[in-house]
């Protein structure tokens, strides 16, 4: 079972960057596929980005693709979420969510096993 504490979110005005940390405990990161999700007021948590264990592979969801970058590093184990040129759509609470199945990535938040309790991030225009 692994524990998961998200971070880094805050206010940042339109076109400015953001690190969202996701911080591990009790087994490594690289035991699951992890991802980024979002959940703005009124509407369904969605993908953002995922990383499979050994971080050989990556995928994005399509609003985000060449703005943000997910990535993790072993020895702090920990899983981040570069976010650049933010839009005041990219609003929301972001969760942090590990898959046990780490085989293939998938984007469906009912089927991730394990969530930190969210990090809010708000873009102004």
């Known amino acids: 079972q692994v524990q998961l504490v998200e971070s880094g979110g805050g206010l940042v005005q339109a076109g400015g960057s953001l690190r969202l940390s996701c911080a591990a405990s009790g087994r490594s990161f690289s035991s699951y596929t992890m991802g980024w999700f979002r959940q703005a007021p009124g509407k369904e948590r969605e993908f953002v980005a995922a990383?499979?264990?050994?971080?050989?592979?990556?995928s994005y969801a399509d609003s985000v693709k060449g703005r943000f970058t997910i990535s993790g590093d072993n020895a702090k184990n920990t899983v981040y979420l570069e976010m650049n040129s933010l839009k005041p759509e990219d609003t929301a609470v972001y969760y942090c969510?590990?898959?046990?199945?780490?085989?293939?990535?998938?984007?469906?938040?009912?089927?991730?096993?394990?969530w930190g309790q969210g990090t809010q991030v708000t873009v102004s225009s």
């Open positions: 990383i499979k264990g050994s971080g050989t592979r990556t």
């Open positions: 969510a590990a898959d046990a199945q780490r085989f293939m990535i998938r984007q469906t938040p009912g089927v991730y096993d394990y």
